[in-house]
């Protein structure tokens, strides 16, 4: 039996993220919607699917600055969100739920 970190589902959110190299994982423990291309620098940008996407802000954080969301708008405000409330800032619905 394949161990699957993340089964998509066809509700879920398709998410452009870029990582550098120490951040890769991200875009294997999901499914990705086209190849990964190279954007330089060992940079890789992909389109993964998130089924809950209040959870986008902790799994970007977690790697630092080698992780970001490029779109949708909707994501990245996750992401605001979440780094304003791990810096003590108060957000309305800061995105901290875990599904």
């Known amino acids: 039996i394949e161990d699957a970190t993340y089964v998509a589902e066809v509700t879920d959110t398709t998410v452009t993220v870029e ?3 120490e951040a890769y994982r991200l875009i294997t423990d999901f499914q990705t919607v086209s190849e990964p291309k190279d954007v330089g ?3 890789i ?3 993964i699917k998130v089924g809950h996407l209040p959870n ?3 799994l970007i954080a977690k790697y630092g600055g080698a992780a970001k969301v490029i779109a949708p ?3 990245r405000e996750y992401v605001r969100k979440y780094a304003l409330s ?3 800032e108060s957000t309305e619905g800061a995105g901290r739920e875990i599904e």
């Open 19 to 21: 990582v550098a190299p």
């Open 41 to 43: 620098s060992g940079t």
């Open 45 to 47: 940008r992909s389109e």
């Open 56 to 58: 986008i802000g902790r």
């Open 73 to 75: 708008a909707e994501a």
């Open 86 to 88: 791990a810096l003590g």
